[in-house]
């Protein structure tokens, strides 16, 4: 049997808009994502019988939630699915070991779960379909979570829709200076599902106290919006693409931030707290927990990550150039 192994790179938000809920229930998204230099390792290996097992070690991290996730549900053997869907591979071969080295804290919207996905899907392809085109990875990648196409791409995306549309913002093997970053991981928990339950909880709230209900529900695709002023995007793409973090920090931004931070509060104290201790800007990835700083070089953030103390998790990262759709790994410039 075939083994292949990736490392999957964790993801922070730069931007991230709610441009509406859907027709189908999911929101529409905007956001401008990039790889950091905080990854897990997933090692794939093929089976003679059609049987998917998965197994993930936590290193620094606490994995017993993931631990009694059943099988059906954990992201990576949701990977092995779709990709097995896609080559029509049934029965005898068809089964797949993996084993994760997770390093990502669960629910601390870093996309750890994803990233997990997206190497199994990266290891597949390796072993199962070299020839399989970009976009049919992509579509594989689009039915296991919302930021798996992403992840798949690697490098500086933009990710629209509700995450299956997805577009570099540099040319392939164009390396833009990485950015480095004050990563805080406050230790606790933040459900996905919980926040967007809120964040529609609210607007429908303020929605039915407006003095005329016919006029105050707006259209499915601005319902929800929770978007920044016109251009920001695009001009926080245009300081990713120029690696200036100075400008980047002007353009943060993330639709859930509000929200989160009335769910657990202590999010805008760390926010705060990075801010006070030098950070360039600070914002909230994902739908949290976890919440960054960008600093102005590596020596700023590690004068930051020392300033804020020993009490919580924090570390000093970098973005990185591409994801894991590069078999050789993260790269560290």
């Known amino acids: ?33 990039m790889p950091v230099s905080l990854h897990e390792t997933v090692t794939v290996s093929t089976r003679a019988d059609d049987r998917i097992t998965c197994e993930t070690r936590g290193e620094g991290v606490d994995v017993s939630e993931l631990e009694a996730l059943p099988l059906e549900r954990q992201l990576a053997a949701k990977a092995v699915r779709a990709m097995r869907r896609r080559l029509g591979r049934t029965g005898p071969g068809s089964g797949v070991d993996v084993r994760v080295a997770k390093r990502v804290p669960i629910g601390a919207g870093m996309g750890g779960g994803s990233a997990d996905a997206a ?3 990266a290891c597949l392809r390796a072993l199962w379909a070299p020839e399989m085109p970009e976009e049919e990875l992509l579509a594989a990648g689009a039915e296991c979570g919302s930021d798996v196409p992403a992840m798949l791409l690697g ?31 406050p230790g ?9 339950d ?12 407006q ?9 499915p695709a601005t ?3 929770l978007t920044t002023a016109p251009g920001v995007c695009e001009n926080c793409a245009r300081s990713v693409r120029n690696g200036d973090a100075r400008a980047c920090a002007q353009s943060l931004f993330n639709g859930l931030q509000e929200t989160v931070s009335r769910l657990h509060p ?9 801010g006070r201790a030098g950070a360039l800007g600070a914002l909230l990835t994902g739908s949290g927990s976890a919440v960054y700083g960008l600093a102005g070089s590596r020596e700023e953030a590690e004068a930051i990550r020392r300033s804020l103390g020993g009490a919580v998790r924090c570390e000093v990262l970098q973005t990185l150039p591409d994801g894991v759709m590069a078999a050789h790994g993260p790269l560290v410039p």
């Open 211 to 219: 003095d005329d209900p016919a006029t105050c529900d707006p259209e």
């Open 155 to 185: 490098g500086a995306v933009l990710m629209e829709g509700r995450g299956e549309r997805v577009s570099r913002l540099l040319a392939p093997g164009v390396h833009p200076t990485p950015m480095w970053l004050v990563a805080v991981f």
């Open 1 to 33: 049997m075939a083994t292949a192994t990736i490392d999957a790179p964790a993801k922070i938000n730069l931007t991230l808009e709610i441009l509406g809920t859907r027709p189908d229930g999911y929101h529409e998204l905007r956001s401008v994502v």
């Open 198 to 209: 809120a964040l529609d909880g609210s607007q429908d709230a303020g929605r039915r106290t």
């Open 223 to 225: 319902r929800g919006a």
């Open 188 to 196: 606790y928990h933040v459900s996905t599902k919980a926040v967007y």
């Open 119 to 121: 190497g199994v899907l």
């Open 266 to 274: 202590s999010t805008e104290r760390f926010c705060l707290a990075l």
